[in-house]
């Protein structure tokens, strides 16, 4: 593959290189998000264990709907989203040690990445 770089003539894409999804910058494979628009880089953040939804506001979601189990359909746990549903948040229980989970950054998602990123 080629880009065009800044004189308008072709260069040849590196095989630590990729295109960002959002501006078509080349960019590093390795890169957490794209050094010229800001965007995140899926591929880098999937390998990094990370999850690519936000802290924020799956916190605001169990905050405000944690006994309807919002903030797990949120992250991809459909059937505990539903077993919260059922049993209102394990009377309570169950979504307080979520919210403590998510504010200390241990919730996963449904593919077992953190939920880091605020």
């Not at 080629?2 to 095989?15: E, T």
């Not at 494979?29 to 800001?38: D, M, N």
């Not at 690519?52 to 989203?81: D, E, M, N």
């Not at 040690?97 to 605020?118: L, N, P, Q, Y």
């Amino acid at each position: 593959m080629a880009s065009m770089d800044a004189n308008g003539s072709r260069q040849a894409l590196g095989a630590q290189e990729q295109y960002c999804r959002s501006c078509a910058a080349v960019m590093s494979r390795e890169a957490l998000a794209c050094p010229k628009c800001g965007a995140p880089n899926a591929s880098a953040v999937a390998a990094s264990g990370v999850s690519p939804k936000s802290r924020t506001v799956a916190l605001l979601l169990c905050f405000f709907f944690g006994l309807f189990g919002v903030h797990r359909f949120y992250v991809g746990k459909v059937g505990t989203g539903i077993a919260m549903i059922l049993t209102l948040g394990g009377l309570t229980i169950w979504s307080l040690i979520d919210f403590i989970m998510i504010i200390v950054g241990s919730f996963t998602d449904s593919e077992g990445r953190r939920v880091e990123t605020w």
